[in-house]
Protein backbone atom coordinates (compact mmCIF):
# COMPACT_ATOMS: atom_id res chain seq x y z
CA UNK A 1 0.00 0.00 0.00
CA UNK A 2 1.50 3.27 -0.87
CA UNK A 3 1.80 5.41 2.32
CA UNK A 4 3.16 8.38 0.79
CA UNK A 5 -0.46 10.19 1.51
CA UNK A 6 -0.23 9.44 5.09
CA UNK A 7 2.61 11.31 5.56
CA UNK A 8 1.64 14.23 3.43
CA UNK A 9 -0.98 14.53 5.98
CA UNK A 10 1.61 14.68 8.92
CA UNK A 11 2.20 11.55 9.92
CA UNK A 12 5.55 10.42 11.31
CA UNK A 13 6.88 6.42 9.71
CA UNK A 14 6.07 4.71 13.22
CA UNK A 15 2.76 6.61 13.14
CA UNK A 16 1.52 5.24 10.38
CA UNK A 17 2.98 1.58 11.41
CA UNK A 18 1.12 1.88 14.64
CA UNK A 19 -1.84 3.03 13.47
CA UNK A 20 -1.80 0.38 10.58
CA UNK A 21 -0.89 -2.52 12.71
CA UNK A 22 -4.21 -1.50 14.93
CA UNK A 23 -6.11 -1.52 12.23
CA UNK A 24 -5.34 -5.14 11.27
CA UNK A 25 -5.72 -6.23 15.08
CA UNK A 26 -8.94 -4.49 15.38
CA UNK A 27 -8.23 -4.09 19.43
CA UNK A 28 -5.07 -4.69 21.43
CA UNK A 29 -3.13 -3.45 24.51
CA UNK A 30 0.35 -2.76 23.97
CA UNK A 31 1.78 -5.81 23.79
CA UNK A 32 0.55 -7.61 20.69
CA UNK A 33 1.06 -4.66 18.92
CA UNK A 34 4.53 -4.36 20.19
CA UNK A 35 4.84 -7.85 18.47
CA UNK A 36 3.29 -7.22 15.38
CA UNK A 37 4.58 -3.58 14.23
CA UNK A 38 8.34 -4.86 14.75
CA UNK A 39 8.54 -1.37 16.45
CA UNK A 40 10.54 -0.59 19.89
CA UNK A 41 8.41 -0.32 22.49
CA UNK A 42 9.43 3.65 23.34
CA UNK A 43 8.37 4.40 19.86
CA UNK A 44 4.92 2.49 19.55
CA UNK A 45 4.31 3.93 23.08
CA UNK A 46 5.47 7.64 21.50
CA UNK A 47 3.50 6.72 18.41
CA UNK A 48 -0.08 5.79 20.36
CA UNK A 49 0.46 9.26 22.22
CA UNK A 50 0.49 11.44 19.57
CA UNK A 51 -1.95 9.58 17.37
CA UNK A 52 -4.65 9.93 20.22
CA UNK A 53 -3.56 13.50 19.72
CA UNK A 54 -4.46 13.48 16.62
CA UNK A 55 -7.73 11.87 17.38
CA UNK A 56 -6.44 8.46 15.21
CA UNK A 57 -6.62 6.28 18.26
CA UNK A 58 -8.57 5.75 21.12
CA UNK A 59 -8.71 2.79 24.28
CA UNK A 60 -10.82 1.96 27.13
CA UNK A 61 -9.72 0.76 30.33
CA UNK A 62 -10.56 -3.01 31.12
CA UNK A 63 -9.00 -2.74 35.29
CA UNK A 64 -5.61 -1.33 34.87
CA UNK A 65 -4.81 -2.28 31.11
CA UNK A 66 -5.32 0.01 28.07
CA UNK A 67 -6.86 -1.58 25.47
CA UNK A 68 -6.25 0.60 21.68
CA UNK A 69 -8.62 0.88 18.99
CA UNK A 70 -7.62 2.38 15.73
CA UNK A 71 -10.10 5.52 14.93
CA UNK A 72 -12.35 4.57 11.62
CA UNK A 73 -10.03 5.56 8.41
CA UNK A 74 -13.32 7.56 7.34
CA UNK A 75 -12.03 10.04 10.00
CA UNK A 76 -9.39 11.54 7.70
CA UNK A 77 -11.37 13.31 5.84
CA UNK A 78 -12.66 15.40 8.98
CA UNK A 79 -8.55 15.36 9.93
CA UNK A 80 -8.19 16.63 6.59
CA UNK A 81 -10.92 19.47 6.85
CA UNK A 82 -9.17 20.32 10.55
CA UNK A 83 -6.00 21.17 8.60
CA UNK A 84 -8.05 22.96 5.80
CA UNK A 85 -9.72 25.09 8.44
CA UNK A 86 -6.47 26.02 10.24
CA UNK A 87 -4.60 26.57 6.95
CA UNK A 88 -7.28 28.88 6.22
CA UNK A 89 -7.09 31.19 9.40
CA UNK A 90 -3.37 32.18 8.66
CA UNK A 91 -3.63 32.45 4.63
CA UNK A 92 -4.48 36.02 4.88
CA UNK A 93 -1.41 37.10 6.70
CA UNK A 94 0.52 34.63 4.14
CA UNK A 95 -0.86 36.65 0.99
CA UNK A 96 -0.06 39.76 3.38
CA UNK A 97 3.35 38.73 3.67
CA UNK A 98 3.75 38.05 -0.12
CA UNK A 99 2.32 40.99 -1.19
CA UNK A 100 4.84 43.29 0.73
CA UNK A 101 7.88 41.52 -0.38
CA UNK A 102 10.20 41.81 -2.77
CA UNK A 103 9.59 41.30 -6.87
CA UNK A 104 10.17 37.21 -7.12
CA UNK A 105 13.39 35.87 -9.00
CA UNK A 106 12.73 35.55 -12.69
CA UNK A 107 12.91 31.52 -12.81
CA UNK A 108 12.42 29.41 -10.04
CA UNK A 109 13.60 25.71 -10.46
CA UNK A 110 11.29 22.73 -9.30
CA UNK A 111 12.60 19.41 -9.22
CA UNK A 112 10.86 15.57 -8.96
CA UNK A 113 7.26 14.94 -9.36
CA UNK A 114 6.29 17.38 -6.91
CA UNK A 115 7.74 20.17 -8.37
CA UNK A 116 6.51 19.20 -11.24
CA UNK A 117 3.16 19.25 -9.97
CA UNK A 118 3.75 22.16 -8.07
CA UNK A 119 4.61 24.01 -11.39
CA UNK A 120 1.75 23.13 -13.34
CA UNK A 121 -0.42 24.27 -9.91
CA UNK A 122 0.85 27.72 -10.15
CA UNK A 123 0.13 27.89 -13.97
CA UNK A 124 -3.14 27.09 -14.42
CA UNK A 125 -3.91 29.20 -11.35
CA UNK A 126 -2.85 32.61 -12.64
CA UNK A 127 -5.45 34.69 -13.84
CA UNK A 128 -5.17 35.28 -18.24
CA UNK A 129 -6.38 34.60 -21.06
CA UNK A 130 -5.02 31.47 -22.19
CA UNK A 131 -3.58 28.10 -21.15
CA UNK A 132 -0.77 27.71 -24.14
CA UNK A 133 1.18 24.36 -24.42
CA UNK A 134 3.55 22.72 -27.01
CA UNK A 135 5.60 19.43 -26.57
CA UNK A 136 5.58 16.11 -24.08
CA UNK A 137 4.69 12.88 -25.49
CA UNK A 138 4.17 9.25 -24.35
CA UNK A 139 6.98 9.17 -21.76
CA UNK A 140 5.53 12.88 -20.17
CA UNK A 141 2.00 11.00 -19.68
CA UNK A 142 3.19 8.17 -18.58
CA UNK A 143 5.44 10.04 -16.00
CA UNK A 144 2.14 11.58 -13.87
CA UNK A 145 -0.10 9.38 -15.14
CA UNK A 146 -3.13 10.01 -16.85
CA UNK A 147 -5.38 10.43 -14.12
CA UNK A 148 -3.15 13.12 -12.60
CA UNK A 149 -3.24 15.18 -16.06
CA UNK A 150 -7.30 14.60 -16.37
CA UNK A 151 -7.14 16.10 -12.53
CA UNK A 152 -4.98 19.08 -13.75
CA UNK A 153 -6.76 20.05 -16.95
CA UNK A 154 -10.25 19.66 -14.19
CA UNK A 155 -9.34 22.16 -11.85
CA UNK A 156 -7.90 24.34 -14.99
CA UNK A 157 -11.57 24.34 -16.30
CA UNK A 158 -12.47 25.23 -12.83
CA UNK A 159 -10.46 27.93 -12.62
CA UNK A 160 -12.12 29.48 -15.49
CA UNK A 161 -8.98 29.12 -18.14
CA UNK A 162 -9.14 28.15 -21.62
CA UNK A 163 -6.31 26.24 -22.96
CA UNK A 164 -5.08 25.11 -27.01
CA UNK A 165 -2.23 22.78 -26.48
CA UNK A 166 0.12 21.16 -29.56
CA UNK A 167 0.38 17.50 -28.68
CA UNK A 168 2.53 14.93 -31.32
CA UNK A 169 0.60 11.83 -32.28
CA UNK A 170 1.51 9.10 -29.63
CA UNK A 171 -0.29 10.76 -26.81
CA UNK A 172 -3.88 11.16 -29.34
CA UNK A 173 -5.46 8.92 -27.21
CA UNK A 174 -5.00 10.48 -23.36
CA UNK A 175 -5.03 13.44 -25.74
CA UNK A 176 -9.10 12.83 -26.93
CA UNK A 177 -9.66 12.53 -23.16
CA UNK A 178 -8.38 15.56 -22.39
CA UNK A 179 -10.06 17.07 -25.13
CA UNK A 180 -13.31 15.91 -23.79
CA UNK A 181 -13.93 18.72 -21.41
CA UNK A 182 -14.63 22.55 -21.47
CA UNK A 183 -12.39 25.37 -22.17
CA UNK A 184 -10.16 23.15 -24.28
CA UNK A 185 -9.16 22.79 -27.42
CA UNK A 186 -6.07 20.57 -29.14
CA UNK A 187 -4.31 19.92 -31.94
CA UNK A 188 -1.76 17.41 -33.41
CA UNK A 189 1.49 16.99 -35.06
CA UNK A 190 3.41 14.10 -36.47
CA UNK A 191 5.04 11.60 -34.05
CA UNK A 192 8.62 13.09 -34.42
CA UNK A 193 7.57 15.55 -32.75
CA UNK A 194 7.14 14.20 -29.41
CA UNK A 195 9.78 14.91 -26.64
CA UNK A 196 10.92 14.64 -22.73
CA UNK A 197 9.52 18.02 -22.14
CA UNK A 198 6.24 20.55 -22.22
CA UNK A 199 6.29 23.79 -22.41
CA UNK A 200 3.68 25.73 -20.51
CA UNK A 201 2.49 30.00 -21.20
CA UNK A 202 -0.02 31.60 -18.92
CA UNK A 203 0.60 35.30 -19.43
CA UNK A 204 3.61 36.75 -18.52
CA UNK A 205 4.85 33.11 -17.24
CA UNK A 206 6.84 30.09 -18.97
CA UNK A 207 7.16 26.92 -17.86
CA UNK A 208 9.73 24.33 -19.43
CA UNK A 209 8.95 21.20 -17.31
CA UNK A 210 11.15 18.27 -18.26
CA UNK A 211 10.36 14.49 -17.57
CA UNK A 212 13.58 12.78 -17.77
CA UNK A 213 14.59 10.51 -14.83
CA UNK A 214 15.97 13.33 -12.82
CA UNK A 215 12.59 15.62 -13.50
CA UNK A 216 12.32 19.25 -13.09
CA UNK A 217 10.82 22.60 -14.07
CA UNK A 218 11.71 26.02 -15.09
CA UNK A 219 9.61 28.19 -14.19
CA UNK A 220 9.74 31.93 -15.87
CA UNK A 221 7.91 34.65 -14.67
CA UNK A 222 9.01 37.36 -17.23
CA UNK A 223 6.27 38.90 -19.89
CA UNK A 224 9.42 39.28 -22.82
CA UNK A 225 10.34 35.95 -22.67
CA UNK A 226 6.25 34.47 -22.55
CA UNK A 227 5.95 36.90 -25.67
CA UNK A 228 8.39 34.84 -27.48
CA UNK A 229 7.14 31.39 -26.27
CA UNK A 230 3.60 32.69 -27.40
CA UNK A 231 4.92 33.66 -30.74
CA UNK A 232 6.97 29.96 -31.06
CA UNK A 233 3.30 28.41 -30.07
CA UNK A 234 1.53 30.09 -32.49
CA UNK A 235 3.41 29.20 -35.49
CA UNK A 236 2.60 25.22 -34.14
CA UNK A 237 -0.93 25.50 -34.16
CA UNK A 238 -0.87 26.72 -37.70
CA UNK A 239 1.05 23.97 -38.65
CA UNK A 240 -0.75 21.59 -36.67
CA UNK A 241 -3.82 19.49 -37.34
CA UNK A 242 -7.07 18.05 -35.66
Given at each position: ??????????????????????????????????????????????????LMEKGLVNFILEGKRKIYQ??????????????????????????????????????????????????????????AKEYLTFGGGEECAKYMGITWW?????????????????????????????????????????????????????????????????????????????????????????????
Amino acid sequence: MDIEILQDLGLTISEIKTYMTLLELGSSTAGPLLEKSGLQNSVVHRALNTLMEKGLVNFILEGKRKIYQATDPDYFFQFIDEKKRRFQEILPELKQKQYFAKKPEVATIYKGKRGIAEAYHTMISIKAKEYLTFGGGEECAKYMGITWWLNLHAKRVANKLPSRQVFDESVRKPGKDILSKPLTKIKFLAKEFAQFQETVIVGDSVAINVFTENAYSILIHDAKVAEGYRKYFELLWKKAKI
